[in-house]
Each structure stands twice: as structure tokens, then as C-alpha cells.
């Protein structure tokens, strides 16, 4: 009896002792999850702000895209309609420029016939004076091209000018 007394206070004093450790152990683990919970509720507040952070600057990034890319767009536009406009201009020069062609060609033929009419017809003076008449509203005519032609030059160059002066 005596050593089960012996054994049953043993067992208590080990049992006292485990309650100990177990009330210990606990009280560690509770400071442990206090203070897990207490920094992460810090480290997840931070990360939250970074990510509303990063959100916000990710916005405003797209929207500075939008708008570049609709700037981007709006130019591609402008640059499409004065090319067309370039190439119209162009036509219109080469145009010009054959008109110009085809009425000195015109001219000199006109000059050739003059100076014919003039060896076969000299006793024909009011034949003369006729085909002088002709000859000099063909040269006004010549001369009022010409000036078109140097004014759409002009033109053409000036538009040049801008062209290089938009892509540049």
C-alpha cells in the first residue's frame, strides 16, 4: 500500500509537473500566435497598400497608354490624309507639267507654220498680219501657262517644305 502511495504521489508530482509544461507550452504558443497575428495583420496591411498602390499606378499607366495610343492614331490620320494630298499635288504637278509640254511643242509647230506661211505668202501682207496676230495670242498663251506652271511650283515646293517639315 505503501508503495502505490508512493507510486500515486509519483504519478501526481509528474502529473503536476506535465500540467506545468503543458500551461507553459500553451501560454508560449499563445504569445507566439499573438504575435504572428499582430505582425501579420501588419505585413498583410502593407502588402494590401502596396497592391492598392500598384493598382492605382497600373490605371494611370493604361490610361496614359490610351491616350498615346489614341495621339498615335489621330497622327497616323493626319499623316495619311497629307500624304494623299501630297500625292494629289504631285498628279496635279505632272499634269501641269505635261500641259506645259504639249503646248511648247505646240508652240513650236505653230512657229514652224508661221515662219512656212511667211516664205510661201510674202505678197500676202494681210495674210502676214494675220498669222502674226495668231503667233502672238499662242506666245500670251504660253506665257500665261508658264506662269501657272511657276506658280504650282511654287506651290509644290511650299508643300514639299511642309511635308519635310510634318515628318521631320
Do not use: H
Amino acid at each position: 500500500m505503501d508503495a502505490l502511495r508512493e507510486q500515486l504521489e509519483e504519478e501526481s508530482d509528474a502529473k503536476t509537473d506535465l500540467q506545468r509544461q503543458l500551461s507553459r507550452a500553451n501560454a508560449e504558443a499563445n504569445t507566439w500566435r499573438v504575435k504572428y497575428e499582430s505582425e501579420g495583420m501588419a505585413r498583410a496591411e502593407e502588402l494590401e497598400e502596396t497592391r492598392r498602390k500598384l493598382s492605382a499606378k497600373l490605371q494611370e499607366t493604361e490610361s496614359a497608354l490610351d491616350a498615346a495610343n489614341n495621339k498615335i492614331s489621330g497622327l497616323e490620320k493626319n499623316r495619311s490624309r497629307i500624304q494623299m494630298e501630297l500625292e494629289d499635288a504631285v498628279v496635279n504637278s505632272d499634269r501641269a507639267g505635261a500641259a506645259v509640254t504639249a503646248l511648247e511643242k505646240r508652240n513650236k509647230s505653230f512657229d514652224k507654220v508661221i515662219a512656212d506661211w511667211q516664205l510661201k505668202v510674202r505678197s500676202l501682207q494681210s495674210e502676214l498680219e494675220n498669222a502674226q496676230k495668231e503667233s502672238r495670242s499662242y506666245s500670251a498663251e504660253l506665257f500665261r501657262v508658264k506662269t501657272q506652271y511657276e506658280e504650282v511650283i511654287v506651290t509644290v515646293d511650299s508643300l514639299r517644305r511642309e511635308n519635310s517639315n510634318l515628318s521631320g
